[in-house]
Each structure stands twice: as C-alpha cells, then as structure tokens.
C-alpha cells in the first residue's frame, strides 16, 4: 500500500468524495465546460490525460502547490494497492519506468527527427498505434 497525494489547484464542491480523484486532461475550446476549464483552455498535462499524484511525498505536493497553483490549492490524500500490473508510473526514483520513459523518447526523436515538446505527446504518438 503506498500513500498518494494529489494537488489540486481549485478546490473542487464540497462533496468532495464524488470528485477525488481529479482526472487531469488537455483542455481545448470543445471540452471545456466549467469556468476553471475555460480560463485554462490550451492546458496539456505533462504525460497526457490521466490521474496525477505524489507518492509518499507531500512535501513535493505541496512545493507543486505553491509553484504551479499560485499558493491557492488543496492537497488530497488516496491509499493506493499495488497490483502486479498496476499501470503507473513512478518518474520519481523508480530507474526502470525512468529508463523506460528515455528509450520511448528515442524512438519518438528517430521517428520524427525532433524533441517532444512534452512528454505527452511521445504518449499520444505511441497510443496511437495498434496492438497487433
């Protein structure tokens, strides 16, 4: 079991448990619904859409808070079960997914001859393909 924790830039409505975790997309003119999304329109998560936490470190929780969310933000706290095939990604201090991630870069940089800009879009390069 590890501790996750997520920070949030907006709180989100008091019935908080309906909304934890928060999903993190790309936020375009056509998706964009509530008054945070359209202030925010053009945002693309780092590695894409998905759900984004620090594991065990709050304090990082909290610096990400105070850099990216202009000090006005929430922290929440999930207790995650690790699987087998869990599905995250751990770019913290886990070498492997770190390793992993470096590789996935160098076949994007070969194939396009350029750098990503973010790592999403080697993400949404490669998910893009057929699993055959």
Not at 25 to 45: C, F
Not at 73 to 88: H, R, S
Request: charged letters at 20%; hydrophobic letters at 35%; proline letters at 5%.
């Amino acid at each position: 079991m590890a501790l996750l924790y997520q920070t949030v830039s907006e709180p989100p409505p008091q019935n908080v448990t309906s909304c934890v975790p928060i999903f993190s997309k790309q936020i375009t003119q056509a998706n964009a619904i509530t008054d945070y999304e359209k202030r925010h329109i053009g945002y693309r998560p780092w590695l894409g859409d998905g759900y984004y936490f620090w594991e065990g470190f709050k304090s990082h929780a909290h610096h990400w808070g105070k850099t990216h969310c202009g000090g006005a933000y929430a922290i929440y706290t999930l207790e995650y079960i690790y699987g087998d095939n869990a599905g995250c990604l751990n770019l913290v201090d886990n070498p492997d997914h770190i390793e992993l991630i470096e590789r996935i870069i160098g076949v994007f940089v070969k194939s396009k001859s350029r750098k990503p800009e973010l790592l999403s879009e080697v993400i949404y390069f490669f998910s893009s393909f057929d699993e055959k």
